[in-house]
């Protein structure tokens, strides 16, 4: 059983737009939030987290909401850029456990 | 140093060969990871070291040995894989007390024959 659910495997968006990626949760014991940003032929990169306290935490462009009553998190870019292209892994943890990930969405920002 | 440095990069080997994967990293991280990574899979844990002692092993098949020599290094001894073993295999560290922040290495992409 997934505990951590990416549903849309891909998400296409033009060059400046906004970039929305969603991701929802199983377990309510988790308490902090990460994504992570995969290029092809490279290790995942941390991007951005969020902890369970907080329902919101900005990073330049990049913004994570959380919707702790849902169990839903959500990545906002903007302006989305070509290089943002990638593959954008939820991930969460309780306590002091290993992170559960993803299955990722595969972003393309057109040009 | 920020890295986590993932060493050979492709490896191909037969299934009744014996090799090793190499993972370093000098950022003072005394939890190390691995991973393996299948095409559109999330990546999946398999050991963790912590203090360069084993805290965690997913029920990987023994075929799959982990060793940490020292804190800066984690090797993966593969011996008499199968095919469907064929993935990216991916280094990791963190934080002492930040369990959550992982350092990736690029990884390595390995295929059984």
């Known amino acids: 059983d997934q505990q951590v659910k990416q549903n849309s495997p891909s998400l296409s968006v033009q060059e400046g737009r906004i970039s929305i990626l969603n991701c929802d949760y199983t377990n309510s014991m988790f308490d902090y939030f990460l994504w992570y940003k995969k290029y092809p032929a490279e290790g995942p990169t941390f991007l951005i987290s969020i902890s369970s306290i907080k329902d919101k935490n900005e990073d330049g462009r990049f913004t994570v909401f959380l919707n702790k009553s849902a169990k839903h998190l959500s990545l906002h870019i903007v302006p989305s850029q070509p290089g943002d292209s990638a593959v954008y892994f939820c991930a969460a943890s309780s306590g002091n456990t290993p992170l559960v990930f993803g299955k990722g969405t595969r972003l393309s920002v057109i040009a | 140093d920020t890295e986590v440095t993932q060493t050979p990069k492709h490896l191909v080997m037969g299934m009744t060969n014996k090799k090793s994967l190499k993972c370093e990293q000098h950022?003072?991280?005394?939890?190390m990871y691995w991973y393996k990574q299948k095409a559109k899979k999330p990546p999946e844990l398999m050991f963790v070291y912590s203090y360069e002692k084993l805290s965690i092993n997913e029920s990987v098949p023994s075929r799959f040995s982990p060793e940490c020599p020292n804190s800066s290094l984690l090797n993966l001894h593969l011996h008499a894989l199968q095919p469907e073993d064929s993935a990216l295999y991916l280094c990791?560290?963190?934080?002492?007390?930040?369990?959550?922040?992982?350092?990736f290495g690029s990884g390595t992409q390995l295929s059984v024959l």
């Open positions: 990791a560290s963190s934080p002492e007390g930040e369990i959550e922040k992982l350092f």
């Open positions: 950022m003072g991280h005394r939890a």
